[in-house]
């Protein structure tokens, strides 16, 4: 049995299942650190970022009311609005002789804490009795955590929802923020430092018309409304009708009242809002997530990446087609595949008419190619935060 964690024995082998192709693909990016790299998606980041709605509070403000209640909390280094909490671990799991198999989705959250519910669980053993004490595992074979099962699971179990074990001890652990008051007052929303980087290199002038093309869950949507004080047209779109009901919900939460909600195939808002009518547009398609940590399970092969690829080319068509002439786009992903970042950014300019910009923080690796002065990539082994790409490009 694989127990992930970095002092005990990382098989990336069985975590991560990529074609040769696909390898072949990352090591144009990662050379001989192929492997750190791949090692690095299994762990989590160090610090577990989050940050404070600004038009609702001063973040030193909820500093100080988070470390009064007791929280290890920080501000970033470099963005006043971004706070983080410390991840511990790994922790050592004791191994017990009764367990749960969860689906990826419930392993990569119990692995962090959370306690496990119905919907997850793929196999209950026979062993498994209220109070006893097991281990969650994923399907492939990782001991995500200790556990004790819940009074009811048995019910919960026939009913599909409800608490099936509480978490006693996890790989990894950070205090969960969603029960806390500041969520519930919409003063904080948590993202990662590098999706953060989006609405910091757009740059959005207040009173200016912003369009972000894949909006849901609406992580990059509110920042920028926050970053441009809340005054300007900010239009969100999405095409998946629940995942735009959560957006606005979270927009309520926040109390973003005035960024607009468009449920649509981004690629058909030339013809929804007009062609050569927005100032700045924001193009964080789906990806192959690649870099999105920690992973305990995915499978992908090369054909999956050059169909993202191809689909992600035909929202920056719609993007050059939306904006002013010099208006700017921001094109990002949280993958580290060359198809999905500078290919594309290379059609763009090849082919549609950009020109790409240094807008950079000083603080990042730089981007491959001929854009390695402008466009940017975090890297997990790197800077310990989700892989991510990021570059900022202006319409001729
Ligand atoms: N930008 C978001 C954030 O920071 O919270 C995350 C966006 S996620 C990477 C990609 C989103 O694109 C998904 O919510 C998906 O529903 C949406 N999407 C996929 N195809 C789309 C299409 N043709 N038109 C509009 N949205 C689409």
Redesign the pocket.
């Known amino acids: 049995m694989t127990v992930l964690g970095l002092d005990i024995h990382v098989d990336v082998g069985r975590v991560l299942l990529y074609d040769n192709e696909l390898l072949d693909e990352l090591r144009r990016v990662y050379g001989h650190s192929l492997h750190v790299l791949l090692t690095a998606l299994t762990a989590p980041p160090r610090r577990y970022y989050f940050r404070v709605n600004v038009l609702r509070r001063e973040p030193g403000v909820v500093l100080d009311e988070m470390r009064a209640e007791g929280y290890r909390v920080y501000m970033d280094e470099h963005w006043g609005e971004a706070l983080w909490l410390p991840v511990v671990g790994p922790q050592r799991i004791q191994l017990h002789d009764c367990m749960i198999v969860v689906d990826k989705r419930a392993a990569e959250s119990v692995m962090m804490g959370a306690n496990l519910y119905a919907p997850g669980v793929v196999k209950v053993e026979n062993c498994v009795a209220p109070g006893r004490e097991v281990n969650i595992v994923s399907e492939n074979g990782v001991v995500v955590a200790e556990a004790v099962a819940a009074e009811g699971f048995q019910e919960a179990l026939r009913r599909g929802r409800g608490l099936i074990a509480r978490t006693v001890r996890p790989l990894y652990s950070v205090p969960s923020l969603r029960e806390t008051r500041w969520h519930r007052e919409g003063v904080i929303y948590e993202q990662s430092v590098s ?1 953060m980087t989006v609405g910091r290199v757009l740059g959005a002038e207040p009173g200016s018309v912003v369009v ?10 509110g920042h920028i409304y926050e970053l441009m004080g809340g005054r300007g047209r900010v239009i969100a ?4 009708r629940s ?1 735009t009901r959560r957006l606005r919900e979270e927009m309520e939460r926040l109390g973003h009242r005035g960024v607009e909600i468009i449920l ?4 058909r808002l030339p013809e929804i809002l007009g062609e050569g009518v927005v100032d700045y547009v ?1 193009l ?4 192959s997530s690649i870099g999105v940590i920690p992973k305990i399970y995915d499978k992908k092969s090369i054909e999956d990446i050059e169909k993202l690829a191809r689909y992600q080319r035909s ?1 920056l068509r719609a993007a050059a087609r939306l904006l002013k002439p010099g208006g700017v786009l921001v094109y990002s992903t ?1 993958t580290v595949t060359v198809s999905e970042n500078e290919a594309n950014i290379e059609y763009a300019v090849k082919r549609l008419g950009f020109t790409v910009e240094d807008a950079w923080p000083r603080r990042w690796s730089r981007g491959l190619g001929g854009y390695g002065a402008a466009a940017q990539r975090v890297h997990p082994h790197v800077h310990g935060s989700t892989g991510y790409f990021v570059a900022r490009l202006r319409r001729r």
């Open positions: 999706s972000d093309m894949c909006a849901a869950p609406g992580g990059k949507t779109v999405d095409h998946s995942k649509a195939d981004a690629r924001v964080d398609p789906p990806c929202f949280c």
